[in-house]
C-alpha cells in the first residue's frame, strides 16, 4: 500500500502524519508500506517513519546520476536520503513534465542501479478508453517502458495501473475495469518474462481508491496494492487503506 503525496505536505506536516500514523499500522504486517512525500520532506519523513515497517520513497528521479541539471535529484540521492523506492512515469509526470516510456526505462534502470525498487505506472487516458485503445496504450507502454528491463531488473519493480481518468478525479474504476487492465498487464508481463514473473509480479491500482471502495479492489485476483493519492494524505485514512 503505497502513499504518492504529489505537491502537499511540509516537514512538519510529515512529521504530524507519521506521529499519527504508525501506531495505527504498528500491527499491521500482512501490507509493505510506503509513503512518497515531496523531496524536501524525505529527511523528515525518514526520521520520523525509523524503526517502524512503513518505507519512504521519492515520487521522480533523473536518470543521471550527478551532474548539471538544475533542479534535478538523483536515484543515488534518494538512496542515500534513506528512501528505500521511487515512483516512476506516473502520469502526472507523462503529462506535465514530457516524460515518455524511453525517459521511464532510463528511470527505472537507475533507480534500480541506486538500489531502490521502482514503482513504474502505466495507464491510459479518458480519450484512449473511449476509443477502445486501453490495451493497445498500456501494450505501448510496456513493450516502450517495462519491457527493456533485464529479467533480473523486472524482479525489482512494481507496477502500478493509474487509468488517468480515475486520478483525483473521484471516478475510481470499477473492480471489474480495474481487473480486466491488471489482467492485461500481468499477460504483457508473462509474454515477456515468463508466467513465474507475472505470478510474482505486484500490479497496484491507483485512482480515487479511498478506505470505502478499496476492499473491493483488493478483491480482485490480479490487484495486489494501491497506489494512493488523495487518501494517502490523511494519517487516518491512510490506515484504513493499509488495514481494509
Ligand atoms: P488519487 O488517489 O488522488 O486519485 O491519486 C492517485 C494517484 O495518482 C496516485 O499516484
Redo the contacts with the bound molecule.
Keep these: 500500500m ?1 502513499g ?1 503525496w ?1 505537491m502537499y505536505k511540509t516537514p512538519a506536516e510529515t512529521k504530524a502524519f507519521f506521529e499519527t500514523l504508525l501506531p495505527l499500522v504498528a500491527q499491521s504486517t500482512h501490507a509493505d508500506m510506503a509513503i512518497c512525500p515531496p523531496f524536501v520532506d524525505i529527511a523528515a519523513a525518514v526520521e520520523a517513519a525509523a524503526g517502524s515497517r512503513v518505507a519512504v520513497g521519492g515520487q521522480n528521479c533523473e536518470y543521471r546520476k550527478e551532474g548539471a541539471y538544475t533542479g534535478e535529484i538523483s536515484a543515488p540521492m534518494l538512496k542515500a536520503a534513506g528512501c528505500s523506492c521511487v ?1 516512476i512515469g ?3 509526470r507523462r503529462q506535465y513534465y514530457g516524460e515518455t516510456d524511453a525517459t521511464v526505462l532510463l528511470k527505472t534502470k537507475a533507480a534500480l542501479e541506486s538500489g531502490l525498487q521502482a514503482i513504474v ?1 502505466v495507464g491510459e487516458l479518458l480519450a484512449d478508453r473511449e476509443a477502445g485503445k486501453t490495451n493497445d496504450v498500456l501494450t505501448t507502454q510496456f513493450d516502450g517502458g517495462i519491457a527493456g528491463l533485464t529479467p533480473e531488473e523486472f524482479a525489482k519493480i512494481v507496477i ?1 495501473y ?1 487509468p488517468v481518468w ?5 471516478k475510481v474504476a470499477t473492480p471489474e475495469i480495474a481487473e480486466d487492465a491488471h489482467k492485461v498487464i500481468r499477460g504483457l508481463v508473462a509474454g515477456k518474462f515468463g508466467a513465474d514473473a507475472a505470478d510474482k509480479v505486484r500490479i497496484l491500482y ?5 478506505p470505502n471502495n478499496v476492499k473491493g479492489l483488493m478483491e480482485q485476483p490480479d490487484i495486489d496494492g494501491a ?6 494524505l490523511e494519517a487516518v485514512s491512510f490506515s484504513q487503506l493499509v488495514n481494509f
Excluded at 491507483?206 to 479511498?210: E, I, L, M, P, T
Design positions: 503505497a504518492n504529489k515512483i506516473h502520469s502526472e505506472c502500478a493509474e480515475a486520478i483525483g478525479t473521484g491507483g485512482g480515487s481508491v479511498k497506489l494512493v493519492g488523495g487518501a494517502a
